[in-house]
């Protein structure tokens, strides 16, 4: 905490470069441990957080502000810091500056390959001095292009930025700086599962949430029906080609409850099979589909969102719409039981028509190695155009909980018992999409 | 009469340590160290420093536990507690994967023969590993000691670590009354463990798998000794020290995440490419990166550690994140600038003029400012402006 307080509060002139070289990367900064830990949903905290940080704001201000040119006082701290620089830095800048643009390894190979194991390590840190001194160099003009805007900013900008921005924009600042620097550090946390819920509160949800909200304006109902705490397995119907309708859910059920619940999905392991895709759905918090993980997710106490008709609902043609398809093997009934949570059905309307899935092409999903390919009116004709969905009217319905703990747990392996409740939900979820439809005006608005 | 304990792997890192920690119990009279080679870091030598009390006699016997030569060894000195730590991954000195694999296996075979055949034996424990649990993206995100992969692991160590179980499970059938302990460890991290991925945390740049953020999980060599030393002795009241116990550190921590506490770059590398890299750096003996550790830097693992602290009664004193931080600590400083960028993060923050006062005046937009402090930082300004 103190070190970096001390970053904080000092003014340009005494900037700590020395012991941040010394430093290093020894010990990891704990500012914001607390923001940290309770990243919690409601944004009091993150107030909290800020009001702390702009007590030292406040003087750095006040020290600068009073007529004189603060952008001067920036400069005059670089000038102060030019010798700081390592000695080795001066001759071979062409070299370094080639390290910075090239990914470094692809340098790393030429050190190691002539020689034994000696060459190959001389190799390395030799290697390693020249992008050291390129990090240096990025580290030192990073603090310099800090100074000037912080400086900037203190001084003739923040007028304009309040007027573009609106008011409160130096909290979102702070925030958004104070997130950086964790990010950075690498000073988060992840559950076991993964769940990096700071950037899926920051990042994920907030690109989703625009969707959700003007383009497909999805209306959302029954949210009192998920308790405020405790696990509960929310059950939808799976449809539109891409699970858009899982990411909307996830956007629904945080924005919306009172608690600020986050919903862990349980995803095909076609997800997690995917490069890129399966580091997004983890750190979103989505885990895979099997017993194991559902029921510990539920014991947890977590919201845990399945899809049981998977890719037989997803994938389905557009003649088919709102009709569910078979719930598997009523694994989800079975995990609830053990648990001992509610199951709430959820009915998603809307979904269906945003890919109008009128074809498949199986011959190249069986070469993609993909459970289907879409042929939909714009897609694949008109390109990345036709990957647009269509900006339908979205309504996404909570059903009354369905009570598990009126069972004992081992009721889980009675077959009939749990084949009598999935169809019960089924039943539930498929009511509720017929009576949605009859209300609905139409399927854009 | 005290205990006699048997512990095999002493040249190396963790077994020498828990030799020294071993012969300061109180209830043990003899420790026999046995390797191919005596121990480096000074075993015969007297007491271990500032110990004050008794300690334990040391007796070292150079034998290659593939041969049978180690029930000689058991006989002789009556042991009746067998610690096996020579199950690694990574040969000792010179040699091949062929000649670990042979002392994984073999050498387990020979040492639960020779124990079978000795009466005084009545303890064993068994180190083995999570890689038992292999890494693949269709288990479960979290694994339990009852749990069984869909696939077992197709070689390396980490299928030696399974028939070395196996070969205990077949010891415990018929050898009853011998109390048997499995442990399996997550990665050991510590600042002088000698493990590969230790090893792979020390390279300057990290090759890391496109489009993979494995989590991982780790034990510090404090908690592995500790956990090991109350596995070699009698259960304390309330717990039972044997079965098979997963042991690692609470909480889980994405490679990214490692890299970023190292202040070490990565370069995210194809499948394909990592492969060809791995062979490099195994060919130039910048470190051990088997195909098994790119599997787990792939697709991660994480362990359920409930078990271990509820029946076993341990919890071990540093998470996964603090056994990292030690790690790091020790480390050499990286090459990202981390600090210092978190430092101008820092300065900034503080110079933005505090809400609800701001001077009236007109200039450039505040987009143009950051975006130039590097590609992080302008993307979050744009986030923070939703």
């Given at each position: 905490m103190s070190a970096a307080r001390e970053y904080a509060m000092g003014d340009a002139k005494v900037i700590p470069i020395e012991s941040a070289r010394t430093g290093g990367a020894a010990q990891p900064p704990s500012r914001d441990r607390e923001a940290a830990a309770q990243p919690d949903a409601d944004r009091s905290t993150a107030d909290r957080s800020t009001a702390d940080r702009s007590v030292p704001g406040r003087e750095g201000a006040d020290r600068t502000r009073p007529g004189t040119r603060p952008p001067a006082q920036g400069r005059d701290a670089r000038r102060a810091r030019g010798p700081v620089r390592p000695p080795a830095a001066g001759p071979e800048d062409d070299r370094r500056a080639a390290h910075r643009r090239l990914p470094p390894l692809s340098a790393l190979p030429q050190g190691p390959l002539p020689g034994p194991a000696a060459a190959g390590a001389a190799g390395a840190a030799a290697v390693g001095e020249a992008v050291g001194g390129a990090a240096d160099r990025a580290g030192a003009a990073a603090e310099r292009i800090a100074d000037a805007v912080g400086h900037a900013l203190a001084g003739p900008l923040g007028g304009a930025a309040e007027r573009l921005l609106g008011r409160g924009w130096e909290r979102r600042a702070a925030n958004g700086l104070a997130f950086l620097r964790r990010r950075i550090t690498g000073d988060y946390e992840v559950d076991e599962f993964g769940f990096d819920r700071e950037l899926t509160e920051e990042v994920f949800l907030s690109l989703l949430r625009p969707l959700a909200e003007k383009y497909f304006r999805v209306e959302v109902r029954g949210i009192e029906n998920i308790p405020a705490e405790g696990g509960v397995l929310i059950v939808a119907n799976h449809s539109g080609v891409v699970p858009l309708d899982a990411l909307m859910t996830h956007v629904a059920v945080h924005d919306h409850h009172p608690a600020r619940r986050h919903l862990r999905m349980l995803a095909a392991d076609l997800v997690f099979v995917l490069p890129g895709v399966n580091e997004l759905a983890r750190k979103a918090g989505h885990t895979l589909a099997c017993n194991e993980d559902a029921q510990r997710l539920l014991e947890r106490g977590e919201v845990?969102?399945?899809?049981?008709?998977?890719?037989?609902?997803?994938?389905?043609?557009?003649?088919?719409?709102?009709?569910?398809?078979?719930?598997?093997?009523?694994?989800?009934?079975?995990?609830?039981?053990?648990?001992?949570?509610?199951?709430?059905?959820?009915?998603?309307?809307?979904?269906?028509?945003t890919y109008p899935m009128i074809g498949n092409a199986r011959t190249l999903a069986r070469l993609l190695g993909l459970p289907y390919v879409p042929l939909t009116p714009t897609f694949p004709w008109l390109g990345p155009l036709g990957a647009?969905?269509?900006?339908?009217?979205?309504?996404?319905?909570?059903?009354?909980?369905?009570?598990?703990?009126?069972?004992?747990?081992?009721?889980?392996?009675d077959p009939m018992l749990v084949f009598d409740l999935t169809d019960e939900v089924r039943e539930t979820i498929q009511h509720t999409l017929y009576r949605l439809l009859v209300q609905r005006r139409s399927v854009f608005f | 009469m005290g205990k006699v304990v048997l512990v095999t792997g002493v040249a190396r890192h963790l077994g020498a340590r828990f030799v020294r920690e071993i012969r300061r119990e109180p209830d043990v009279d003899l420790v026999v160290g046995v390797d191919v080679q005596p121990s480096p870091y000074g075993l015969e030598q007297a007491p271990p420093e500032g110990s004050g009390g008794r300690v334990a006699d040391y007796v070292f016997a150079r034998a290659d536990i593939r041969r049978p030569a180690v029930a000689r060894i058991i006989a002789e000195h009556s042991v009746d507690t067998v610690v096996h730590l020579n199950v690694t991954a990574t040969p000792l000195g010179s040699g091949g994967r062929g000649t670990v694999k042979e002392t994984n296996v073999i050498g387990t075979m020979q040492l639960l023969g020779a124990c079978q055949k000795a009466p005084t034996v009545q303890r064993l424990v068994v180190k083995s590993t999570t890689s038992v649990y292999g890494s693949a993206p269709r288990d479960p995100a979290v694994f339990t000691e009852q749990m069984q992969p869909r696939a077992l692991p197709s070689g390396g160590f980490a299928k030696d670590a399974c028939e070395v179980e196996?070969?205990?499970?077949?010891?415990?059938?018929?050898?009853?009354?011998?109390?048997?302990?499995?442990?399996?460890?997550?990665?050991?991290?510590?600042?002088?463990?000698?493990?590969?991925?230790?090893?792979?945390?020390?390279?300057?740049?990290?090759?890391?798998?496109?489009?993979?953020?494995?989590?991982?999980?780790?034990?510090?060599?404090?908690?592995?000794?500790?956990?090991?030393?109350?596995?070699?002795?009698?259960?304390?009241?309330?717990?039972?020290?044997?079965?098979?116990?997963?042991?690692?550190?609470?909480?889980?921590?994405?490679?990214?995440?490692?890299?970023?506490?190292?202040?070490?770059?990565?370069?995210?590398?194809?499948?394909?490419?990592?492969?060809?890299?791995?062979?490099?750096?195994?060919?130039?003996?910048?470190?051990?990166?088997?195909?098994?550790?790119?599997?787990?830097?792939?697709?991660?693992?994480v362990v359920d550690v409930r078990h271990l602290h509820e029946t076993f009664g341990y919890t071990p004193v540093r998470s996964t994140a603090e056994a990292f931080a030690d790690f790091a600590a020790a480390a050499a400083a990286?090459?990202?600038?981390?600090?210092?960028?978190?430092?101008?993060?820092?300065?900034?923050?503080?110079?933005?003029?505090?809400?609800?006062?701001?001077?009236?005046?007109?200039?450039?937009?505040?987009?143009?400012?950051?975006?130039?402090?590097?590609?992080?930082?302008?993307?979050?300004?744009?986030l923070d402006l939703r």
């Open positions: 845990v969102g399945v899809w049981p008709e998977g890719f037989k609902g997803i994938g389905k043609p557009f003649s088919e719409r709102y009709k569910l398809q078979r719930f598997g093997r009523g694994g989800f009934v079975a995990s609830a039981l053990r648990a001992q949570v509610p199951i709430v059905p959820c009915s998603i309307v809307g979904a269906e028509e647009v969905p269509l900006p339908t009217k979205w309504t996404i319905q909570f059903g009354e909980p369905i009570a598990t703990d009126v069972h004992p747990p081992e009721a889980a392996d | 196996g070969y205990v499970r077949g010891f415990s059938r018929r050898r009853p009354d011998v109390a048997v302990c499995v442990l399996r460890f997550a990665n050991i991290v510590g600042p002088a463990a000698d493990t590969p991925l230790n090893e792979y945390f020390s390279l300057p740049v990290l090759p890391t798998v496109l489009g993979y953020d494995p989590r991982m999980q780790f034990v510090h060599e404090d908690d592995a000794v500790e956990v090991l030393r109350l596995a070699a002795l009698e259960p304390r009241r309330g717990t039972t020290n044997s079965g098979t116990f997963n042991v690692a550190g609470e909480g889980v921590l994405l490679l990214s995440q490692c890299a970023r506490r190292l202040a070490r770059p990565t370069v995210p590398l194809l499948l394909p490419a990592i492969s060809w890299v791995a062979g490099l750096i195994r060919q130039t003996r910048v470190a051990d990166f088997s195909p098994e550790q790119i599997r787990l830097l792939t697709h991660g693992r990286g090459l990202l600038p981390t600090e210092r960028l978190a430092a101008a993060t820092d300065r900034l923050a503080g110079m933005l003029p505090p809400a609800g006062r701001t001077p009236a005046a007109a200039g450039r937009t505040t987009e143009g400012g950051p975006a130039g402090a590097g590609p992080a930082e302008s993307g979050t300004w744009e």
